[in-house]
């Protein structure tokens, strides 16, 4: 057993730059397990961290530690080879994993995918399915493998007994100002994967104004530290950067995204959500070895979407989740109407009208995210309520000649759009004289591999 270290001795060395060896780094997590290091140790330590760094070696011990303060997941034997699941850094509009998992699993792999809830601007993938009458999201471990084998997919939140170092410092993160800081997000997000026990395991690293990294260069440096630490955990990890300007389809908030997942997991739905979809999940079915790469995947997971077995899968789990069957297949074979129905609609439905003539530059998803947030869509800190039915579709999308007047927002809400609300909003559509000149940049940028640890076309790590 390792023998402890006086915590205000780890904090100092780690505040004049030195390296905390694996023993220190399992002491200080065990002590923040096990509540005996303060809270103001423990923010003391995040700050050193944020200010002074981890090298890889630092931040894969973090990782393990991290991984190992609670318990790990167990599958069947048969399974070990399938076992897969995608992770996002945030972004607005971003549905993807309402569609990915069920696809997956119709493909024949075991999804037991992990999810958050949404925070500031962005949303979250329970708070999407707890728009969903019944849907149950706290599942326990035998549970899941319950609905694993029947379905081969499930959408569940953190348990208690998973990773509970994680819940303690992520919760701190935010208030003492190191939630930007690469090793601790690393291990956040790879110590709740290392704990599924993956086989395979795809990262969407978002860029953008609306993103977590604000440009292509720091998503690369994420996306090559989770990339690194996951292959060394024994996860064949893989990264896709991606573009977070504007919303990830034409709808955001909880209710809304679900029913345009719903249309992605029926064959339809918007382009790019559907290529961010079939990239993603292509990826993974390299991975694991079920397509010979990631383009043979994407085709294999775009027929899982239009031959209905996606949505199939999807209302399984519904059911598996909670879901009373009526409304399970209400929202899986019904029309749009009678899936609004069963989800609700807000009190007011309106539409903005564009301000003067011209033609879609874009539309930012930052100013749209927050003024949506502050009419209930979103929450500021943990267990603030989160209104399903707050939300916007986009009329319009780049490229499009609008008229004076012409509606190119609906918005659903609850009460009053300020003044002030209604401007942002206003501003969020950038119009020009001129049709765009030049194409928009692909949604997809680049994916990042370890070099050497499965075949395929995909750029390096290196």
Not at 213 to 229: F, T
Not at 232 to 250: H, Y
Not at 258 to 278: D, F, I
Not at 427 to 451: F, K, N, W
């Amino acid at each position: 057993m390792d023998t402890p270290s006086p915590l205000p001795v780890l904090i100092r060395k780690k505040r004049d730059g030195e390296r905390l060896e694996d023993t220190e780094i399992r002491s200080f997590v065990r002590g923040v397990t096990e509540g005996t290091a303060q809270e103001g140790q423990i923010g003391a330590m995040l700050m050193a961290i944020r200010l002074r760094g981890m090298d890889a070696g630092e931040t894969l011990a973090l990782t393990r530690a991290m991984a190992g303060s609670g318990r790990t997941l167990a599958w069947p034997p048969a399974w070990h080879g399938l076992l897969v699941d995608k992770h996002s850094t945030g972004g607005v509009g971003d549905k993807v994993s309402l569609a990915l998992a069920p696809a997956l699993a119709a493909c024949g792999c075991k999804v037991p995918m992990i999810s958050g809830r949404g925070l500031g601007h962005t949303g979250g993938t329970l708070d999407k399915l707890e728009a969903i009458p019944g849907f149950r999201v706290s599942q326990s471990p035998e549970e899941m493998q319950q609905i694993l084998a029947r379905v081969g997919c499930c959408i569940v939140g953190q348990s208690a007994e998973l990773v509970p170092a994680d819940r303690v410092l992520y919760g701190l993160r935010d208030v003492t100002a190191t939630v930007d800081s690469l090793p601790l997000i690393t291990a956040s997000i790879l110590s709740k994967k290392a704990a599924e026990r993956l086989r395979a395991l795809v990262l969407d690293v978002k860029f953008g104004e609306a993103a977590l990294c604000p440009g292509q260069e720091s998503a690369r440096e994420l996306a090559r530290s989770l990339v690194a630490v996951g292959t060394r955990l024994g996860i064949r990890t893989a990264a896709v950067l991606s573009r977070m300007e504007q919303p990830l389809g034409r709808a955001v908030g909880s209710a809304l995204e679900l029913l345009e997942a719903l249309q992605c997991l029926g064959g339809g739905g918007p382009a790019e959500l559907r290529h961010l979809v079939t990239v993603l999940g292509g990826v993974l079915l390299w991975q694991c070895g079920v397509a010979a790469g990631p383009e043979q995947g994407r085709e294999r997971l775009a027929r899982a979407l239009d031959d209905g077995s996606a949505l199939g899968t999807f209302e399984a789990m519904l059911g598996a989740q909670g879901v009373p069957p009526d409304t399970a297949r209400g929202l899986c074979a019904g029309t749009p109407a009678q899936r609004r129905r069963l989800l609700g609609q807000a009190k007011v439905c309106e539409e903005l009208p564009a301000p003067q003539e011209g033609w879609v530059q874009r539309v930012r998803a930052l100013p749209l995210a927050r003024v949506l947030h502050g009419l209930g869509a979103g929450r500021s800190r943990a267990g603030d309520p989160v209104n399903p039915l707050v939300g916007a579709e986009l009329l319009v999308g780049t490229g499009q000649h609008l008229r004076a007047g012409q509606p190119w927002l609906r918005l659903h809400h609850e009460g009053t759009l300020s003044a002030d609300g209604r401007r942002r909003l206003q501003a969020a559509l950038c119009l020009g004289p001129e049709p765009p000149q030049d194409p928009p940049p692909p949604l997809v940028a680049e994916t990042i591999v370890p070099s050497g640890a499965f075949p395929g076309p995909c750029r390096d790590s290196e």
